[in-house]
């Protein structure tokens, strides 16, 4: 969210080189000129130490592992913090003099003049990193498990064994276990009893996951879409905290990285991949959910007939095409669901088109319609 005012109000501004242990701090006055170099230790200490008391000043650093708690402590003494988004700083990532110290200069000389060349992002409240956090915890245990199986059904097959394919994750630990040959059983036998640990620790998290949904009104609304439950709607309001931020509903596609890259060039214009910018996580929920609309047990609407149409393209290609393109115009009817307030309508695309008396294939447009 960029600042109302694009110089610094004192002309005076601090940039902030953050390193896991160390932070290189640079000082430029109203002037132009660097008037302070200095290194403090990456701890709330050191930086108490160092603005607790001082003249109020615009103080820029990148986006990372720790702009909350530094975003935090200086706007609670009065400082005003511009938290810069790295993907938007080629002339600082591509510098060749590219060094801490100068780093900090950039970032100061940029937050001094305008802050919209920083880009700048609003950090998340306190209160929903707290959330987040025990969604990825609860992913990292998933990750885990599923390399544990993993394992587990490699092993088996190095001595001529097989795991039927049917188990699913949260019954595997117990369905497995009749099909390791009995020389393996020494060896994955634990394996095994963590796996059944791991997946009951994995529904704990979903009991809290579900609990907190229903604290998150707008994220109780999205399970109205088909293949989004709690998991998904409660990742999807946290990671966008303010859905005010994106001018129009379908600019949260190229949010997540579900949009694809473009290099055109006179008369060159390549099909290339999406772009996977933004968070990861919430890219990889949003495919996840894609899945099960265009999956044998989705249910019919516009998202699912858009899909299943451009399957019919192709080959595997054409399918994973299809995965991403409901992905994407999923991530918009959520946004619009969310800012509208309104129920969401399956069919919505569908009918508008018919009251306009407009021919439609299942509109291609009406989850995008649908979300705004």
């Known amino acids: 969210m960029a600042k ?10 601090i940039g902030l080189d953050v390193g896991d242990r160390k932070i290189d701090l640079c000082v430029v006055d109203a002037s132009g000129t660097v008037v302070e170099r200095s290194v403090l230790m990456n701890s709330p200490e050191a930086l108490r130490s160092r603005f607790e008391g001082a003249k109020p000043v615009r103080i820029a650093f990148e986006a990372g592992t720790h702009a909350l708690w530094m975003s935090e402590l200086l706007k609670e003494h009065g400082h005003e913090v511009i938290v810069a988004n790295p993907r938007k700083l080629a002339a600082l990532t591509q510098n060749i003099r590219k060094s801490d110290p100068v780093d900090a200069e950039y970032l100061a000389r940029m937050a001094r003049t305008d802050v919209t060349l920083l880009s700048p992002i609003e950090p998340r409240s306190l209160d929903v990193q707290q959330d987040l956090a025990v969604i990825r ?3 990292q245990m998933v990750q885990i498990r599923t390399g544990l199986i993993t394992h587990v059904r490699s092993a088996v097959k190095t001595m001529g064994g097989r795991i039927p394919k049917g188990l699913y994750p949260d019954s595997f630990a117990k369905g497995a276990g009749e099909h390791v040959p009995e020389i393996l059983k020494p060896a994955l036998r634990q394996i095994l009893e963590v796996i059944q640990d791991l997946t009951r620790k994995i529904h704990e998290y979903d009991r809290w996951i579900k609990g907190a949904a229903k604290k998150h009104p707008p994220a109780e609304r999205l399970q109205e879409v088909h293949g989004v ?5 409660l990742a999807f309001v946290l990671t966008v905290s303010e859905p005010g931020r994106f001018a ?12 694809p890259k473009r290099s055109q060039s006179g008369a060159k214009d390549p099909e290339l991949s999406i772009t996977k910018a933004g968070n990861g996580y919430m890219r990889r929920l949003l495919v996840s959910s894609a899945h099960q609309i265009l999956g044998p047990f989705g249910q019919d609407s516009d998202l699912r007939r858009f899909g299943k149409r451009l399957e019919k ?3 595997k290609v054409a399918k994973k095409k299809a995965v991403v393109a409901v992905a994407r115009k999923l991530a918009v009817v959520l946004h619009r669901l969310w800012i509208s307030g309104e129920n969401y309508a399956p069919f919505w695309g569908s009918r508008k088109a018919k009251e306009a008396g407009v021919e439609s294939p299942s509109s291609s447009a009406a989850p995008a319609r649908s979300a705004g």
């Open 4 to 13: 109302e005012n694009c110089s610094s109000p004192t002309g005076m501004a």
């Open 313 to 315: 393209k192709g080959d």
């Open 137 to 139: 915890s609860r992913d």
């Open 248 to 259: 129009e509903s379908r600019d949260v596609g190229a949010y997540f990285g579900l949009v």
């Open 229 to 233: 439950g709690p998991l998904t709607s």
